[in-house]
């Protein structure tokens, strides 16, 4: 579940760029110029892996529309909003950040729409509302969401993840009294070595530099 993170956009702090004709330009720019940045730093994969957006690499966000209020520090994407950093990428009908000028980060950001998706790699989360508190770091998704990896998933009345300690809660409530989980096993276990795997090439990687001198 790491990976769900994710919406730490300090947009006031990095490029905005003027919207395309489609939602699909809009993320072909975006990749674009996100895969340029991930050549440029060699530890993109092992920041992305954390699960959140990292505050030092560039967001590219294209929308229908943005309206921003420095009085406020406020800014607002709406109409077929794509933000994309390294692998991560977050689909929905509006993007509201509030910035907090003394701490510089986003204090709080909140995807909304019929379908708020965040994607990476093969993993996928679905709903229709995710809020993003940048103080005690945290990512919380309502509206029937969904978190899928492969065949896997989990879905319940409220997902909220916290960042710093890598850990998810599942809720219930009225309208959807039960959190349902369908896990495979086999497809976990193999998840885990391919990261342990990926783990150690990065750790030899580091290594590397000190022993040639």
Partial sequence: MRWIAGLALCLVLTPIHSAPASAAQAEKKAASKADQKTEEKGDTKKKSQTGAFSSQDPIYITSDRMEADRQKNVIVYTGQVVAVQNDMTLRSDKLTTYFDPELQQIKEAIAEGKQVRMTQGDRIAIGTKAVFDGIVQTVTMT?????????????????????????????????????IGTIFPQELQQQQQKNDSDQKGDQKKEKAPAKGK
């Fill in 143 to 179: 509206g029937n969401p969904i978190v899928r990896q492969g065949n896997s998933e989990v879905a319940g009345c409220k997902i909220i993840y916290f960042m710093v300690e890598d850990r998810v809660i599942v809720e219930n409530c009225k309208d959807t009294p039960r959190v």
